[in-house]
């Protein structure tokens, strides 16, 4: 394998995309009809190097993550390991290291610009708990599957620290069209937040059942292997259920306010391949069963984010 393609599959750059695309989508669909009439310095620059410190930040995590998942790798998904076959251990820890610091330089620029030192606070954190993920909490019942749902979440949440990080302090936004804004705003904010930590969470205890064999030789205590697969199961299940519940009932408001392509679009590609990984979890008992689910997972998390392309013409 070439190295330039071995490094792209070590820092998941579908992932990278993934990460871009759901930025993006929320600053041009939510963010720029919302709030791009008030009167702040935050720019499409300045919204690039945001893009930009997630993704080498999230790089630098899979690096690290696949450093010290070696072993267990080897058993779950051998045909997919790089480092030691393609990268070196001790280079992978040199592109870690380089691509958080770059990750936490722009940090560091963009809270320089527009005042809010959160946005660097919360991304040295991500470093941080990133790198305790990986030797630790991703084998510990729960801890490691909420860490990561709280990363994907951050994604979002980073861009409405960046995009009110200056409306916030102005006094002026007090009109009702202004608080009207805002608010609407957050409530996005925390809709999408929301989503992406559900769905995150789903796929995390679907791929702890996928990797059960290379997991339970090296003593994690993952759900599955601690409560058992029907327990895991059944804690998949009453997360899924509550993502069609809060669907179902944006869909009824989509409706009753006109919104029939949104309403539509939810229907198709969210709430019924929901119901589908609902039914498939039931059956699901292989690996290859498993790794379908989390597939089907990352499609509905990819339409979910895609919904924001509604939200940008009902604004």
Not at 124 to 147: D, E, M, P, Q, W
Not at 160 to 176: D, K, M, Q
Not at 185 to 198: D, G, M, V
Request: with cysteine; aromatic share 18%.
């Amino acid at each position: 394998m070439n190295l330039v393609i071995a490094f792209f599959r070590l820092i998941r750059w579908p992932n990278l995309i993934f990460i871009a695309i759901t930025q993006a989508l929320f600053y041009y669909c939510i963010y720029i009809p919302l709030l791009a009439n008030f009167p702040t310095k935050n720019n499409q620059f300045l919204f690039f190097i945001l893009m930009a410190a997630s993704i080498f930040i999230a790089a630098a995590g899979y690096i690290i993550n696949d450093y010290f998942d070696i072993q267990i790798d080897i058993i779950n998904k051998p045909q997919k390991i790089v480092i030691n076959r393609f990268i070196k251990r001790r280079w992978a820890i040199v592109w870690h290291l380089l691509l958080s610091a770059i990750g936490i330089m722009l940090s560091f620029y963009i809270s320089l610009k527009t005042g809010e030192w959160l946005i660097t606070l919360v991304n040295v954190f991500c470093v941080a708990i990133l790198l305790f993920y990986s030797t630790t909490f991703k084998r510990k019942l729960l801890s490691g599957n909420f860490i990561i749902a709280a990363l994907t979440g951050w994604v979002i949440l980073v861009v409405y620290l960046f995009g009110g990080a200056e409306i916030f302090s102005l006094r002026g936004w007090s009109s009702a069209v202004s608080t009207l804004n805002v608010r609407r705003f957050f409530k996005f904010t925390l809709l999408y937040t929301s989503f992406a930590f559900i769905m995150t969470l789903i796929r995390e205890v679907i791929k702890d059942l996928e990797d059960m064999e290379g997991d339970r030789k090296y003593n994690c205590t993952t759900m599955p292997i601690f409560w058992g697969v029907p327990a895991a199961k059944i804690f998949t299940a009453v997360w899924i259920f509550v993502c069609i519940s809060i669907l179902a009932v944006l869909q009824l408001y989509a409706w009753q306010s006109g919104w029939w392509w949104a309403a539509t679009y939810i229907l198709f590609f969210t709430v019924l391949p929901l119901v589908i990984l609902l039914i498939k979890l039931y059956k699901a008992s292989t690996s290859t069963n498993y790794h379908s689910l989390s597939n089907i997972v990352k499609l509905v998390m990819l339409s979910g984010i895609f919904s924001m392309v509604f939200v940008k013409f009902i604004l």
